[in-house]
């Protein structure tokens, strides 16, 4: 059995005005996280992290793994959604992840995630981590360590890369976003907030990162050994949503999936 892992941070998008600032520390953390937790980590940070290389990356992990094998995909970076145009989303909506080259009209839709998925060997333990926003609350949680500049929505509207024509041809935005990245696949997606909220980018003590990777990464101290995704989750919810970062994360898959042994 081996445990392998992609973390992907994308801070800059040329092209658009939706640079960010945490992205490439988030996957730095991750990658220590996993490193730690004895992942052999592979990194796309910034141009690197292109539409083709990131398909290719994925593919390759998820095809040479074997039966007994863990994978973790972390990505954070923008999201933003396009016209659904095979009729499988309610909303009209497909969701993507935005690719450093998106400036150039590339995307990953959440569909071509799933084909990735899909050709993962039986037996083989897939989690997605997403810190991004799909579209765009408040109750009080801990915000002690949050540094009071304002934070940045993950998430790239379309006007903002989407050509003109392409723009146009779109509905009006629904009140509520059906499916969503739920649609990617894999054993267990965790994700950085509902469908119709945003995951916000921002600093802790001067330094910039994700608040979904932030809480995500502290609450892993909180743990007793042997701990489960699902009491990650719950660990993590002390700490999201709050006042100033309305996000409520979100984890998806079976009841056996969630208590699968966390990182094993």
Same mark, same amino acid.
């Given at each position: 059995?081996?445990?392998?892992?992609?973390?992907?941070?994308?801070?800059?998008?040329?092209?658009?005005?939706g640079d960010l600032s945490g992205c490439i520390?988030?996957?730095?953390?991750?990658?220590?996280?996993? /490193?730690?937790?004895?992942?052999?980590?592979?990194?796309?940070?910034?141009?690197?992290?292109?539409?083709?290389?990131?398909?290719?990356?994925? /593919?390759?992990?998820?095809?040479?793994?074997?039966?007994?094998?863990?994978?973790?995909?972390?990505?954070?970076?923008? /999201?933003?959604?396009?016209?659904?145009?095979?009729?499988?989303?309610?909303?009209?909506?497909?969701?993507?992840?935005?690719?450093?080259?998106? /400036?150039?009209?590339?995307?990953?839709?959440?569909?071509?995630?799933?084909?990735?998925?899909?050709?993962?060997?039986?037996?083989?333990?897939?989690?997605?981590?997403?810190?991004?926003?799909?579209?765009?609350?408040?109750?009080?949680?801990?915000?002690?360590?949050?540094?009071?500049?304002? =934070?940045?929505?993950?998430?790239? =509207?379309?006007?903002?890369?989407?050509?003109?024509?392409?723009?146009?041809?779109?509905?009006?935005? =629904?009140?509520?976003?059906?499916?969503?990245?739920?649609?990617?696949?894999?054993?267990?997606?965790?994700?950085?907030?509902r469908d119709t909220e945003f995951s916000w980018?921002?600093?802790?003590?001067?330094? =910039?990162?994700?608040?979904?990777?932030?809480?995500?990464?502290?609450?892993?101290?909180?743990?007793l050994p042997g701990a489960s995704y699902q009491?990650?989750?719950?660990?993590?919810?002390?700490?999201?949503?709050?006042?100033?970062?309305?996000?409520?994360?979100?984890?998806?898959?079976?009841?056996?999936?969630?208590?699968?042994?966390?990182?094993?």
């Open positions: 059995m081996s445990k392998r892992a992609l973390t992907i941070g994308i801070n800059d998008y040329p092209g658009t005005d520390n988030d996957a730095q953390d991750w990658a220590a996280v996993l /490193g730690g937790k004895g992942y052999a980590v592979t990194s796309l940070l910034d141009e690197a992290a292109t539409l083709d290389a990131m398909v290719e990356k994925i /593919g390759d992990l998820i095809t040479s793994a074997v039966k007994g094998d863990s994978l973790i995909i972390t990505y954070s970076g923008h /999201g933003t959604w396009v016209p659904d145009r095979s009729g499988d989303e309610a909303d009209g909506r497909d969701e993507a992840l935005c690719p450093h080259d998106i /400036g150039d009209g590339k995307i990953l839709l959440d569909d071509d995630l799933r084909n990735l998925f899909d050709q993962r060997p039986a037996g083989v333990r897939v989690v997605l981590i997403s810190d991004s926003c799909h579209s765009g609350s408040v109750t009080r949680g801990d915000e002690a360590d949050l540094d009071p500049a304002l =934070p940045r929505a993950r998430f790239l =509207p379309p006007a903002s890369w989407m050509s003109l024509s392409a723009l146009a041809a779109t509905r009006s935005r =629904p009140a509520t976003l059906m499916g969503g990245m739920t649609r990617a696949g894999g054993d267990l997606l965790l994700a950085g907030c980018d921002t600093q802790f003590r001067g330094r =910039p990162n994700g608040a979904f990777t932030y809480y995500a990464i502290k609450s892993l101290h909180t743990l009491q990650w989750f719950r660990a993590i919810s002390h700490y999201l949503p709050s006042t100033r970062l309305p996000q409520t994360p979100q984890i998806f898959g079976s009841r056996t999936a969630r208590h699968f042994e966390l990182f094993s």
